[in-house]
């Protein structure tokens, strides 16, 4: 399983930014994906998830009514649009297949792909 996230780089607080990632499998549409972020000194912690189909999305506090996962699975690419960063937002962020939304909240062990690298000026 590859899992290419890319999009990352520098963005000003209030601006937007959208992360992208592809991955290789043959049975995309089939998973569920999420992205998740780690900030340096931090542990990784959930962002975004969004379901095989694309009809449940789930958001931590944080990045909610900010970020929106969306997914193509004749693309094989999920995507994280994130509106009105803010310098918290800073991170590396990685993308995941795998695990599943349960009772509001992400769960299960997903594959991770490499990170991409998001930096915020304020």
């Known amino acids: 399983v590859q899992l290419q996230a890319s999009g990352g780089g520098l963005v000003q607080a209030g601006d937007s930014l959208t992360l992208s990632c592809v991955a290789s499998?043959?049975?995309?549409?089939?998973?569920?994906m999420s992205w998740h972020r780690q900030a340096p000194g931090k542990e990784r912690e959930f962002v975004a998830a969004?379901?095989?189909?694309?009809?449940?999305?789930l958001y931590a506090d944080s990045v909610k009514g900010r970020f929106t996962i969306s997914r193509d699975n004749a693309k094989n690419t999920v995507n994280l649009q994130m509106n009105s960063v803010k310098p918290e937002d800073a991170a590396i962020y990685y993308c995941a297949a795998g695990g599943y939304i349960s009772a509001g909240k992400y769960r299960g062990l997903p594959y991770w792909g490499k990170g991409t690298q998001v930096t915020v000026s304020s």
């Open positions: 499998l043959r049975t995309f549409g089939s998973y569920t």
């Open positions: 969004i379901t095989s189909s694309g009809g449940t999305t």
